[in-house]
């Protein structure tokens, strides 16, 4: 079946540093990859949807200098987290449809656990 | 929030019994999902059900869809503590493949 990875699974950065995350879709293709976070024992917030060869549409309430979305290629997109606080503390998981093989359903990375100190 | 809500928050079952979680969500759709995340871990999809659709099967899981009431509900038969994990519906409200999650249902299945 199709593969998500994300880069790296775990990180601790201090205060003030910057944080860049990756998602790869491995055997296939994603126009578009989707970038959530998620506090503990909470449900997943989409943050924003990342666009190959356009700017990232990013939901409301998420600044968008903040949290960079660069969707470099076809099966590549970074979100980098600028200037983190311990407030950015979170669990970051990425997806990507499965719509570009005609499917609804969407493949998750395996997440990236940021703690900033 | 658009979010939709699920009950149980919690749910702890003894292996082999039936597991139910249920969701209610607040907009049309296009089609409900059902994804499952261990801990610490990314979302697994499970099963998906279009709006047109009532019932599904797969495997141990039945899923039904109401979109009168709003509603679907997830069913886990003869549970095993493997199928111990958080469960999320996702709402697909047709915004180019963008989903909604649900609150989650953490599902203990003990031995």
């Known amino acids: 079946g199709a593969v998500v990875s994300q880069h790296p699974s775990r990180v601790i950065c201090k205060s003030g540093t910057s944080v860049k995350i990756e998602c790869r879709s491995l055997?296939?293709?994603?126009?578009?990859m989707f970038w959530y976070r998620q506090f503990p024992k909470q449900s997943l917030m989409l943050m924003a949807t990342?666009?190959?060869?356009?700017?990232?549409?990013?939901e409301q309430g998420v600044e968008k200098d903040k949290f960079l979305i660069n969707h470099a290629s076809l099966t590549l997109s970074t979100l980098t987290v600028t200037s983190a606080h311990p407030e950015d503390s979170s669990f970051y998981i990425c997806?990507?449809?499965?719509?570009?093989?005609?499917?609804?359903?969407?493949?998750f990375g395996p997440g990236t656990r940021l703690t900033v100190t | 929030s658009q979010q939709g809500e699920e009950d149980p928050q919690a749910l702890s079952i003894q292996e082999g019994e039936n597991a139910t979680m249920n969701c209610s969500y607040k907009?049309?759709?296009?089609?409900l999902q059902w994804y499952r995340q261990n801990s610490g871990r990314g979302l697994v999809h499970l099963i998906l059900?279009?709006?047109?659709?009532r019932e599904k099967h797969s495997g141990r899981l039945r899923v039904t869809l109401d979109t009168s009431k709003k509603s679907s509900s997830l069913l886990i038969t003869a549970s095993r503590a493997a199928d111990t994990a958080s469960y999320f519906c996702?709402?697909?409200?047709?915004?180019?493949?963008?989903?909604?999650f649900g609150t989650g249902t953490q599902l203990k299945v003990e031995l």
């Open positions: 907009t049309s759709i296009n089609n």
């Open positions: 990342s666009n190959e060869g356009s700017k990232a549409t990013y």
């Open positions: 059900i279009r709006s047109n659709e």
């Open positions: 997806s990507a449809p499965a719509g570009d093989r005609g499917r609804h359903e969407q493949y």
């Open positions: 996702a709402m697909d409200t047709g915004g180019g493949n963008k989903l909604t």
């Open positions: 055997d296939f293709q994603a126009t578009t």
